[in-house]
């Protein structure tokens, strides 16, 4: 994929029955996506954000992703995707390209002192893992010897039928939310009066990319454990969640009462509550943009009354890659 990340589509030829016309046709057209989204936009590369930053590159040029934006005519590309016959819709123009001219726009404001989705740019480094930068597995390593090494025993409640039951492990605070959960579903119901919460995916204006849907899904798993409510997925945005992902160790699915509700609580500014006066509603888009951050979560007023509650404060560090993990 780093080298020919395009060249996966032709996979796709037997499936689809695709004609070689049409094959030529759509390795075109993400050619010229794949450089419009490494080059344009405020998620362009960090690589890029760097460059268009005044930071020396000479030690990124020779990496086998790095995009390699200064050597192409983006105006050209811009012009070429958009006259292709395959329709490009985007919603979200402050973030990403949707029309000729973006490139140059985005250039601008990166250029600025911007970095990646427009926060103010922190400087000459590159933060977390992503393809092509460090390696997940050292190359001479043999995939069938990398073990997973449980931290802490599974505690009794967590469902054992789970084929994964042996292999994972969680820490006492989100073991007493499995627990906490499970107890308040049956049958693949909610039980009557149990307090919850739904992280909703209807549309990507709503739920963002990819990435956008799983961070929104962690932080909705900690927000509803730190107001101690049941958290629930209501997602069929691009397709229906479960055909993708199976519940586990929470049934996320379960059937629950309708409700008229829908808070926007992860927007930035807006304080986290418990809403006492309401036994469930929808959270409104949960990353992206102006919203909280995992962090402002985990260290949160809720969050610290819960460890202190369960006595593990002193046993628990709770950060972002941790929480990530789980």
């Keep these: 994929l780093i080298k020919c990340s395009a060249c996966v589509i032709r996979h796709y030829q037997a499936i689809f029955d695709l004609t070689r016309e049409e094959m030529e046709l759509l390795f075109a057209y993400m050619t010229r996506f794949e450089k419009i989204r490494q080059c344009c936009g405020m998620q362009m590369s960090k690589y ?5 930053n005044g930071c020396e590159m000479s030690k990124y040029i020779e990496r086998s992703d790095y995009p390699k934006c200064e ?118 119901r909610l039980k009557d009066g149990a307090r919850y919460l739904v992280y909703t995916c209807s549309d990507k204006s709503r739920c963002g990319g990819v990435g956008d849907r799983v961070l929104g899904m962690v932080k909705a798993f900690y927000f509803a454990m730190a107001t101690g409510r049941v958290l629930l997925i209501d997602a069929h945005f691009p397709i229906e969640l479960k055909k993708t992902l199976n519940p586990s160790f929470i049934k996320w699915d379960a059937n629950f009462p309708a409700t008229k509700f829908i808070f926007d609580d992860m927007k930035l500014g807006v304080p986290m509550k418990h809403r006492e006066d309401v036994v469930g509603y929808f959270l409104d888009r949960c990353n992206g943009v102006k919203r909280w951050k995992l962090i402002n979560i985990l260290e949160s007023k809720y969050m610290e009354a819960l460890l202190n509650q369960n006595n593990h404060s002193s046993k628990i560090k709770l950060s972002v890659s941790s929480a990530i993990h789980q």
């Design 48 to 52: 890029e954000i760097l460059r268009l």
């Design 71 to 188: 050597m192409y005519n983006l105006s050209k590309i811009e012009n070429e995707f958009e006259g292709m016959p395959i329709p490009y819709t985007e919603n979200n123009s402050d973030l990403h390209w949707t029309k000729s001219g973006d490139c140059a726009r985005f250039v601008s404001e990166i250029s600025s002192g911007k970095g990646f989705n427009g926060n103010p740019f922190e400087g000459c480094f590159i933060k977390g893992r992503f393809a092509g930068y460090t390696p997940l597995v050292k190359p001479e390593s043999d995939i069938s010897e990398v073990k997973i090494k449980a931290r802490v025993d599974i505690s009794k409640g967590i469902p054992k039928s789970n084929p994964f039951h042996s292999k994972m492990s969680f820490d006492p605070l989100v073991n007493n939310y499995i627990k906490f959960h499970n107890l308040a579903i049956n049958d693949g």
